[in-house]
């Protein structure tokens, strides 16, 4: 059974840029959530997505956004790329009625200069 | 709100040691706790969990957990340390049913041969 995907491995922008993230979960998990994880911050929920919908919302200002679809795929967005944005960007996923056992993907190492 | 705490940030062992890895969390209703480890240049894994039940759980590659309601704990143990458990471990918790992993900063591990 294939794991979380992510893509890209990683990224490199500058400040002020929009960077676009890419997550696939396991087959038959709908929900999908972000987490990033920065360095001397450990790691910090970002949203949750399930049945296209955003259900959390960690404490990140509207910047970062994003959304799933039909196949239960994800990307988060993040605009105005500000320097502490930078950080390893990971997504996991679990099925719909096991919230609580998430699995994890590689991450996304996104550095903005 | 839920908060976790680790309470090394490195360890370093020698191979065949005992490994003892302090968690303790706030938060006063029923919560759903995790052990995760990162191996070098590998993304997150389960190690162990607990729901419910007895609250000594056994996870992969020899590692346990005991939950301790009254001291709000949930220590990560293993008798003999290989060299190959060179990794970070991070304790998490969530709120039954809840949907947000709430994770320690983290306690490295190198364990030397």
Redesign the interface.
């Known amino acids: 059974e294939a794991g979380v995907t992510q893509s890209p491995t990683h990224l490199i922008k500058t400040r002020g840029q929009q960077v676009t993230l890419r997550c696939s979960p396991i087959s038959g998990h709908t929900s999908v959530y972000w987490y990033q994880q920065a360095l001397g911050l450990g790691l910090q929920f970002l949203l949750w997505y399930d049945e296209g919908e955003e259900r959390n919302r960690g404490n990140f200002p509207p910047r970062f956004s994003g959304r799933q679809f039909p196949n239960y795929s994800s990307e988060l967005n993040v605009n105005a790329l500000e320097l502490e944005d930078s950080a390893l960007y990971l997504c996991a996923s679990s099925l719909a009625d096991r919230v609580h056992e998430q699995f994890f993907g590689p991450g996304t190492r996104l550095t903005v200069l | 709100a839920q908060s976790v705490s680790q309470h090394n940030h490195h360890v370093i062992l020698s191979e065949a040691a005992s490994l003892e890895l302090g968690c303790n969390y706030s938060y006063g209703g029923t919560v759903?706790l995790f052990w995760?480890v990162q191996y070098p240049g590998?993304?997150?894994?389960?190690l162990l969990?607990y729901?419910s039940g007895d609250p000594l759980v056994k996870g992969i590659k020899g590692f346990e957990a005991e939950f301790i309601k009254s001291k709000f704990s949930f220590n990560l143990r293993k008798p003999s340390v290989q060299w190959s458990d060179t990794a970070e471990y991070?304790c998490?918790v969530?709120a039954?049913?809840?949907?947000?992993?709430?994770?320690?900063?983290?306690t490295i591990l190198r364990v030397k041969s």
């Open positions: 759903n995760y590998q993304h997150l894994q389960l969990k729901f991070f998490a969530n039954q049913y809840g949907n947000k992993l709430v994770f320690g900063a983290g």
